[in-house]
């Protein structure tokens, strides 16, 4: 067996580190045998990068990728497969550090290359389509997102079979998008037949399993579901945390959605330590601006201003909020959620009129994205006639009332809420 196909082995069975060492011994060796600047040495450097970003390592993966795009460009010609996967990978480190504009650039044209010099059913172009889906459902387009998804789907299931491990990632990313679309009866179908593909494929304690089965804890969180969500994010940490290491941004995800059930069965201070320790972990594998970091940001500042901490939660969320916009743009559905959670803040500290400001604001996001009918539009409405009456404009209220159409019937129980209760999706 080649050095090549003892890393694949590895990586398979989720031994990053250990096929990392064999990557680096493998590039090392057909440096020295066949010089820089051979097609070998390109794929030992792609190999290499992968298992970096799967380590959450990602200091030195964009020199790994560009250099292996840079030797098969000129060994190879540029519109080679090999280009086409080169770009590829790069278009995911872009995807993980939170550049998804970036991401999308370069998943079109590997797009372009792939659908170019491969055929219609290869498994190189429904991978590329489903990892151009992402960042399109990064960047908030998500009926876009849906018809890569769709489109990909289908071409991974001819030419791998419908229980490969590479199926059933995209079966899952199809149950993320579900969520955040609101269809929650299919995120679940989607996530519920992607498990039993990854567990028989991979095994049970694979990082990818974690990631579904945390996928599936947080729509239990979504149901209110506690007892049952616990068990399902226990799991998926005890597998993240073996399998990537404590300090992995999937593990800060996990702990996340863990923070939450503890928040919510009334274990604050418990959920506080969760929060900060997963805040900790993404800033340090993420930097200061990455979106991912956001979330934590802005859970913890709900959890202070559960805790009636009203100052610390403006500070956080007031952050957030910052590094969201900067991240997606000012009309992105994160964004519109930062904006409900501050306001609550602003309500809890009688500035009804400065809330009412931020849920208009958000309220023209999810109507603009969504249209009238997502829960996200039935929140922001909710909040607006919250805000409405505790400022004694019941005839404004009646009016966002009749606008609601009985949305807040279909979607959130009375109160100011925010959408901070999980967050779905796997690893590339």
């Not at 049970?204 to 209110?224: A, E, I, Y």
């Not at 005890?238 to 941004?249: A, Q, S, W």
């Not at 009238?372 to 005839?395: F, S, V």
């Given at each position: ?72 460009e ?7 497969p ?21 991401a ?62 590479n ?18 009866a ?11 593909i ?36 226990e ?42 320790r ?16 956001a ?21 956080l ?101 925010h ?10």
């Amino acid at each position: 067996m080649s050095a090549n196909d003892r890393g694949s082995v590895l990586a398979a069975r989720g031994d990053y580190a250990g096929a990392r060492q064999i990557y680096e011994q493998d590039l090392a060796a057909d440096e020295k045998a066949l010089g820089p600047d051979h097609p070998d040495v390109a794929n030992d450097l792609s190999n290499l990068g992968r298992m970096l970003l799967f380590l959450g390592d990602y200091a030195g993966v964009r020199q790994l990728f560009e250099r292996a795009l840079a030797i098969d460009e000129k060994a190879l010609g540029p519109e080679h497969p090999n280009v086409g996967r080169d770009l590829d990978n790069l278009g995911w480190m872009f995807q993980e550090m939170g550049d998804y504009k970036g991401a999308r650039q370069i998943y079109e044209r590997a797009l372009v290359i792939l659908e170019k010099v491969v055929g219609p059913d290869d498994q190189n172009l429904g991978g590329v389509l489903s990892n151009l889906a992402g960042s399109l459902e990064s960047m908030g387009d998500y009926a876009a997102a849906r018809q890569m998804y769709e489109r990909a789907l289908p071409i991974m299931e001819k030419a791998l079979g419908p229980e490969n491990p590479n199926v059933g990632f995209v079966v899952g990313n199809i149950g993320g998008l579900l969520y955040k679309m609101g269809d929650y009866a299919g995120a679940r179908q989607m996530f519920e037949r992607a498990l039993p593909i990854l567990e028989k494929a991979l095994g049970p304690d694979h990082p990818n399993v974690g990631t579904m089965v945390n996928s599936l804890g947080g729509l239990l969180l979504l149901k209110r579901d506690y007892e049952a969500a616990r068990p399902m994010l226990e799991r998926s940490l005890v597998i993240l945390e073996k399998t990537l290491g404590p300090e992995h941004p999937a593990v800060a995800g996990a702990l996340t959605n863990l923070g939450i059930v503890l928040e919510k069965m009334g274990d604050y201070e418990g959920a506080r330590q969760i929060y900060e320790r997963a805040l900790v972990i993404s800033e340090k594998a993420l930097g200061p601006a990455h979106p991912d970091v956001a979330e934590r940001v802005s859970n913890l500042g709900l959890l202070l201003s559960t805790m009636k901490d009203y100052a610390g939660a403006r500070r956080l969320l007031e952050r957030a909020l910052v590094i969201v916009e900067k991240a997606f743009g000012p009309e992105h559905p994160n964004v519109s959620t930062d904006l409900n959670d501050l306001a609550g803040v602003l309500r809890a500290t009688g500035d009804y009129a400065g809330a009412r400001q931020l849920v208009e604001r958000a309220l023209a996001i999810d109507e603009k994205v969504f249209g009238p009918d997502h829960p996200n539009t039935g929140r922001d409405l909710r909040n607006l006639w919250t805000i409405l009456r505790a400022m004694g404009d019941y005839a404004g209220a009646r009016q966002v009332n009749e606008r609601a159409g009985g949305v807040f019937e279909k979607t959130l129980p009375p109160g100011l809420a925010h959408s901070k209760d999980s967050k779905s999706g796997l690893l590339h």
